[in-house]
């Protein structure tokens, strides 16, 4: 029977759609569905084609965005149905490029030249190694910009060496032990950030002579000269008597403070330091004790002011064994020591010793008792110095005495008057280990590079070098002469030879490296000012050993006494020795 179009009629539904029935369900046989369309593209899930994507040298994830940041991720062209409601939806993401720009005009690759995918083609030392100055110019993916003093493989670093600085922000924060133990019994006052410090400034005089100890020989101006080719001065182990007494137990600054001739006592190598507290990294600690109007700056026996530091400034310090450092011979304490005895031993061997031929100040060393000392003195004098720290709001002067050392004399040249000289000495462990810094190979580099060896060390040790220029203007030195010593083998710290010696007037030393005296200055005046408005006692001052500031702690009477034994007598310490 043939079906009549009304019939047919009558069967549509009755809503104005027609076809499959619409749902809002998105799953398909259980499964969630994602709409799709032909204008989406397929990004990459994994690439193992392009080379060296994960080695340090090259690029890793870095590179990897910069090559597909601009690929769409797939689905981002619809409304995407896996997102949680209370999210951000996914096409609002974008990946951040986070390559540097320069101003500079740049070829292709990223240091000039045709250089494709950061693979130089031409020049030497791209490719690793361990490159030089001059070939640092040439290729690699350093190429023009790339002009450094950094032998870390072909300029910034080629295939399979690590660049410089690369990923320092993924390296864990070393936590280091503070200088002295604090006790629980210790009240802290203040709290003291160096971003303030450095903030400080007071100008002040020159500084007058009060009194002057000691004597000192001639310099021996045969240092000054290069070495002969193929021939190396050692440092020979020099036994001398030299004395670093801290400033209450100095005999003289006791007879200055019944005197009443200032009202702050101090030694260069700790007014140094407090002068210098910006530029530190390592911990260390200072002992301020207030008698009556008079405020003394000490430190304790066996302070870590009494070591001379290494790359404490460097990007990456030497390494503690805790650290992972298996390198005993260059832990931070080991090189300090060394460090000390070559400054000791360099101060005394470079300095002619004549009985006949010396500067003899109106007083005798103070500290020597030659009845029992079995050495001979050391070249030394100590010079007892004022300095105004007043203000024009002060009532009363407020002056300082600061116990400065001079280590030798010379000639001038010209007007053959005499120059007081300060000897210290800088030293190469092994420029190739751990915690070198970046520093060049003193042995090739120090006749033909010697300002970029100069500047690397002003870098690396910018507390050390700043201390050593403040207590040479302190002392009122004509020249601070700066020895380079360096291992006579990178596994033997016990043998060193002389490779240099290079003499600088410490003013403009000190502007060489951005130190400013009137900061200083600022600082001490600003410590002082706290410990006057506080009552009678002993105080603490400890630079933190992970944190840029300082605590001042208040400490009972008998803190320390019981290492420091006898407080009131001379406690003249013997320098020399074996280097071992």
């Not at 090559?67 to 974008?94: I, K």
């Not at 490296?513 to 105080?539: E, F, H, P, Q």
């Amino acid at each position: 029977m043939p079906i009549s179009l009304a019939s047919i009629v009558s069967t549509l539904p009755s809503d104005e759609t027609w076809g499959p029935a619409t749902t809002t369900d998105a799953l398909v046989d259980g499964v969630p569905y994602a709409p799709y369309s032909k204008g989406d593209k397929l990004g990459r899930m994994a690439d193992w084609t392009t080379e060296g994507k994960d080695r340090d040298g090259r690029g890793g994830r870095q590179q990897y965005n910069r090559n597909y940041r601009d690929q769409p991720v797939y689905g981002a062209g619809t409304s995407s149905l896996f997102a949680v409601q209370v999210a951000e939806d996914e096409s609002s993401f974008s990946v951040v490029d986070n390559t540097r720009t320069s101003t500079k005009t740049r070829g292709f690759g990223r240091g000039g030249g045709t250089i494709f995918r950061g693979r130089g083609r031409g020049g030497r030392d791209q490719r690793g190694g361990r490159g030089n100055y001059q070939n640092s110019r040439v290729g690699g993916r350093g190429g023009q910009q790339a002009y450094l003093y950094d032998q870390r493989g072909g300029a910034r670093g080629g295939r399979g060496n690590r660049r410089f600085g690369w990923k320092d922000y993924d390296k864990p924060q070393r936590n280091r032990d503070s200088s002295v133990n604090i006790k629980p019994d210790w009240a802290m006052l203040e709290e003291i950030d160096f971003a303030r410090l450095m903030k400080l400034n007071l100008e002040t005089s020159a500084g007058e002579d009060v009194e002057s100890y000691g004597f000192l020989y001639y310099y021996d101006r045969s240092y000054d000269k290069p070495p002969v080719k193929n021939t190396e001065r050692k440092l020979n182990v020099v036994d001398r008597a030299a004395y670093n007494v801290t400033t209450s137990s100095d005999p003289i600054i006791q007879e200055l403070a019944e005197k009443d001739e200032a009202t702050i006592f101090a030694t260069d190598n700790i007014l140094s330091m407090l002068m210098c507290a910006p530029r530190s990294v390592y911990s260390w600690d200072l002992v301020i004790s207030k008698q009556g109007n008079k405020i003394y700056l000490d430190k304790r026996d066996g302070s870590s002011l009494d070591m001379v530091s290494v790359n404490e400034n460097a990007a990456d310090a030497p390494l503690e064994a805790s650290e992972g450092n298996k390198d005993s011979i260059n832990f931070p304490g080991a090189l300090a020591l060394e460090a000390t005895f070559i400054n000791h031993n360099f101060a005394n061997q470079t300095v002619m010793e004549s009985e006949t031929s010396k500067l003899e100040m109106q007083h005798e060393n103070p500290f020597y008792n030659p009845s029992e000392e079995t050495e001979p003195l050391a070249s030394k004098v100590y010079k007892y110095r004022r300095f105004d720290l007043s203000l024009e709001k002060d009532e009363d002067p407020l002056h300082l005495i600061v116990r400065t050392e001079i280590d030798a004399v010379v000639k001038n040249n010209i007007s053959g008057e005499d120059q007081l000289l300060t000897l210290k000495a800088l030293n190469e462990f092994d420029h190739k280990a751990q915690g070198s810094g970046g520093a060049l190979d003193w042995r090739t580099k120090l006749t033909s590079q010697r300002g970029a060896v100069v500047a690397t060390e002003m870098k690396n040790n910018s507390c050390k070098l700043a201390r050593w220029a403040t207590q040479s203007i302190l002392a009122g030195a004509d020249v601070m002469k700066l020895g380079f010593v360096s291992r006579t083998s990178p596994k033997m710290p016990d043998k060193h030879v002389i490779l240099g010696v290079v003499g600088y007037d410490p003013r403009k030393f000190a502007e060489q490296m951005n130190l400013n005296l009137a900061n200083g200055w600022g600082i001490v005046r600003t410590i002082v000012d706290m410990c006057r408005s506080m009552k009678d006692g002993k105080y603490v001052l400890v630079k933190d050993p992970n944190k840029a500031l300082l605590r001042l702690y208040e400490v009972p009477i008998g803190t320390f006494d019981e290492d420091d034994g006898d407080e009131g007598a001379a406690d003249g310490t013997e320098a020399g020795g074996d280097e071992e």
